[in-house]
């Protein structure tokens, strides 16, 4: 199961000493989920749409890649 972590290259990862800018698919090995220490394979890959209105109001869509 998964705990929904997502892991944002633009934020890095601080617990886990990942620098800003570091995509998924360069983490080290060792990497490891910092909520629930789940490995990287345990992850999926999701595509993050944003639209937002006159009305300021944010849609999220997450899709499963």
Known sequence: ESC???????????????AVGVAFENLPEEYRCPV???PPSNF???LLQIWCTDEALVLINLTSI
């Open 36 to 38: 629930c220490d789940a």
């Open 4 to 18: 929904m972590t997502i892991y944002d290259s633009s934020q890095g990862d601080e617990k886990n000493k990942v």
């Open 44 to 46: 999926n890959k999701v």
